[in-house]
């Protein structure tokens, strides 16, 4: 078994991740912690208990975060997933509750009670992961791993040069990657890969079960919005931290643009093969980046998953 925390700002494709982390059998989800990102806190709150319940979740604590970025005004991306950020669907509101903890509490309990090592997954801006690892510095250390969607290697989404998540709020993510904790990239060099179309989620709206209908009108949805083709984008971290072994990674020196200029929020990985350099990169942190994945096993695991 694994044990997980996922980081959210649920969103379609968080949606997609929380799904198969709450379903898969090998995964023992132990929380769930909220942050503003795609849409705003309340709505990422609301959105994620409405995927817990399609997911036939347990009981598991879900904590509110950070409200905005620790420097920058909040950006949402409703273009991408809808006013209510998870495709406008009309999901009706879960009856779970909130957990009473404030989200870096929340992450500090479940890391420090647990008998075995816990990997924080989160696929949103990195505040709420920032904020918790300068909180508790010495439970920080017994993070096994950190598997996150953001970053890439190459170009940007936000901007030419940014990916959304680290572009949100780059101080953050600055602070997390120079934490000392291992890291590993799942970015947009392997984001788009895992598709999904129209026949996907044909096959999974003609289930009975509630949660593979619910994945099948979100990909359908997504797809109207999006094109014929779809990601099953953060899913794809949560495989990784699941079975690394299913992803191609190199350890590569990497820095986050925190400066105020057009590459605001690019994660600089150093390509180059050799080593006698003497730049920002001699002394940065060291990120295990994806740079390639098995791209047909993460698509049939997670439809596996889903439909089980
Ligand atoms: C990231 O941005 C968000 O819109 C997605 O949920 C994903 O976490 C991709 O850049
Ligand atoms: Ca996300």
New binding site residues.
């Given amino acids: 078994m694994k044990n997980l925390i996922l980081d959210v ?1 649920t ?4 949606a997609f991740a929380l799904l198969f982390a709450a379903r898969h059998p090998e995964i023992n989800l132990l929380g769930v912690t909220c942050v503003d ?2 849409t705003s806190l309340p709505k990422v709150i609301k959105n994620t208990m409405k995927v817990l319940d399609a997911a036939g979740a347990k009981a598991i604590p879900v904590a509110a975060g950070a409200t905005r970025p620790l420097i920058d005004e909040p950006r949402y ?1 409703e273009m ?2 809808g006013e209510d950020g998870l495709g406008d669907l009309g999901t009706p509101d879960s009856q779970r509750a909130l957990d009473s903890r404030p989200a870096v509490i929340l992450l500090r309990d479940l890391i420090e009670e647990s008998s075995a090592p816990v990997t924080l997954v989160p ?2 801006p990195l505040t709420n992961i920032a904020l918790f690892l300068r909180s508790f510095p010495e439970t920080a250390k017994k993070v096994e791993r950190i598997v996150l ?2 970053g890439s290697a190459a170009g940007g ?2 901007t030419a040069t940014a ?3 680290v572009w949100h709020d780059p101080e953050a993510a600055a602070i997390v990657f120079n934490s000392g904790v291992p890291i590993t990239m799942y970015g ?1 060099d392997v ?1 788009m890969k895992p598709l999904v179309t129209q026949k996907h989620a044909d096959a999974l709206m003609a289930k009975p079960e509630a949660c593979s209908q619910f994945a099948g009108k979100l990909i359908s949805n997504f797809i109207k919005q999006m094109g014929p083709e779809v990601t099953l ?2 899913y794809g971290a949560v495989l990784t931290a699941l079975k690394p072994e299913l992803s191609t990674r190199e350890s590569l020196a990497l820095v986050v643009d925190t400066t105020f200029g057009p590459n605001r929020g690019q994660t600089a990985v150093d390509r180059r093969s050799f080593f006698e350099r003497d730049d920002a990169h001699t002394h940065a942190p060291r990120v295990d980046v994806c740079l390639d994945i098995q791209t047909d096993v993460y698509r049939e695991l997670w439809l596996e998953t889903i439909q089980g």
């Fill in positions: 700002d969103g379609i494709d968080d990102g795609n991306a991408v997933h696929l949103a969607m953001g989404n936000a990916e959304f998540n947009l984001f984008g953060d």
